[in-house]
């Protein structure tokens, strides 16, 4: 039987605060014996018909509907290593990069990500036929059966990220800065430890900075 600590994580590749938090566990990744598995979920389907976000909030979730529709399309066609792989490269390109001007109101907000989708295809050798599914909603009953799993794990007042460590999930845990190598490890033992008690559900405070991607 295997002792390797499972992780589902549960992301959608706008956010900056889901990208720090999956960057922690790809460094985690090179120091502990760990299983994950990447399911996409959606800020756009969490906020559809939410009136009372502002007006640019609304925008970015009409923009974000074709990447989530994307990695459902991947997640449901080329497996967990791509899915993984697409992951880093794009959202590489919207966080690290900042290719992505969030104030910008295109007129089509569903191609706001068109080119470093197509970038990041071509990146990782997946067909840009999943660009042309992702402009559909052929996609949408699995994009919404796998953000459902997510908010079903954890309840529907949170976001992104969520992280389901062996058999408990949480929202978060929210990093603003990237742990590294052994550091990043001890992070992720505490998580698992304080995952493991069933009477254990939040810690939280106030944020003082933005995200940080190096």
């Known amino acids: 039987m295997s002792n390797r600590d ?10 900056p605060f889901c990208w ?5 566990i790809k460094e985690v990744e090179k120091v502990r014996d760990i299983e994950v598995e990447w399911k996409p979920m959606s800020l756009s389907v969490l906020n559809e018909g939410r009136d009372e976000l502002p007006e640019e909030y609304k925008f970015m979730m009409q923009c974000n509907w074709t990447p989530a529709r994307l990695f459902n399309a991947v997640f ?3 497996g967990q290593e791509a ?3 697409l992951y880093t ?22 191609h706001a990500f068109d080119e470093l989708i197509k970038e990041a295809l071509a990146e990782v050798g997946l067909p840009e036929e999943r660009l042309a ?6 996609f949408d009953e699995l994009m919404r059966e796998n953000h459902a799993e997510a908010m079903k794990e954890v309840g529907n007042d949170v976001g992104t990220p969520v992280v389901k460590l062996n058999d408990v999930a949480f929202f978060g845990p ?3 800065r990237i742990p590294r190598g052994e550091e990043a490890g ?9 995952a493991s008690y069933p009477y254990f559900f939040e810690i939280k405070r106030s944020r003082t900075e933005d995200p940080r991607f190096d």
Do not use: M
Request: glycine letters at 4%.
């Open 186 to 194: 001890k992070i992720f033992d505490g998580s698992v430890a304080v």
């Open 20 to 24: 720090v938090t999956s960057r922690w």
């Open 174 to 176: 929210v990093l603003t």
């Open 83 to 85: 899915v993984d792989k």
């Open 76 to 78: 449901s066609q080329d």
């Open 89 to 110: 490269a794009l959202g590489t390109k919207v966080h690290n990069e900042n290719r992505i001007d969030r104030h910008a109101h295109v007129d089509e907000p569903e």
């Open 6 to 15: 499972k992780v589902t994580f549960y992301f959608d590749v706008s956010c």
């Open 133 to 138: 599914q992702a402009l559909t909603t052929e």
